[in-house]
């Protein structure tokens, strides 16, 4: 069985490795000596200190080997190719909210980079996936637990 590509943009795939470099480099060391501090105060069995340095070990390990995953199945955009044509992952698409009478623009990213307050939707989501595929002056309709929300795109770069 495959694994599901990661989607990403070139920044955020230097934003995912620097992390893992910081938690490989500094957290693990800093854990570890958390650890060791905890160790010499004796009796391991009521030592909260080790129990929450153990805690963290296992947090920042698992961190690093969701990201090794996420990196070795990581596929980046060209942003560069992209065209205006239609909309796609990386595609930066300005929207015309009907009902709230607005402009809204939006990037669209990844699962692991979405961050909707700043922007960025994810390819999955639903105005993502109602997106995806469309192109210039086309009305999309996605399904809300209001109802039914509409936007004509205005503009894909």
């Known amino acids: 069985m495959s694994?599901?590509?990661?989607m990403l943009t070139y920044d955020g795939l230097k934003k995912l490795e620097?992390?893992?470099?910081?938690?490989?480099?500094?957290?693990r060391r800093e854990v570890a000596q958390l650890?060791?501090?905890?160790?010499?105060?004796?009796?391991?069995?009521?030592?909260?200190?080790?129990?929450?340095?153990?805690?963290?070990?296992?947090a920042v390990e698992a961190r690093i080997?969701?990201?090794?995953?996420?990196?070795?199945?990581?596929?980046?955009?060209?942003?560069?190719?992209?065209?205006g044509e239609v909309v796609s992952i990386g595609s930066k698409v300005t929207v015309f909210d009907i009902e709230y009478d607005e402009k809204v623009e939006y990037l669209i990213v990844g699962?692991?980079?979405?961050?909707p307050?700043?922007?960025?939707?994810s390819n999955e989501s639903p105005l993502g996936l109602a997106l995806?595929?469309?192109g210039l002056d086309e009305v999309v309709s996605v399904e809300a637990p209001d109802g039914s929300l509409q936007y004509r795109i205005l503009e894909i770069a």
Do not use: W
Request: net charge negative; charged share 40%.
């Open 111 to 115: 699962s692991t980079e979405a961050d």
């Open 35 to 58: 650890i060791k501090e905890a160790r010499s105060q004796g009796d391991l069995s009521e030592n909260a200190e080790y129990d929450a340095a153990k805690e963290e070990q296992a």
């Open 132 to 134: 995806i595929g469309r």
């Open 65 to 83: 080997v969701q990201l090794e995953k996420m990196l070795r199945n990581a596929e980046v955009i060209d942003e560069e190719s992209l065209g």
């Open 3 to 6: 694994e599901k590509k990661t």
């Open 117 to 121: 307050v700043m922007g960025r939707i």
């Open 18 to 27: 620097a992390e893992l470099q910081d938690l490989k480099v500094v957290r």
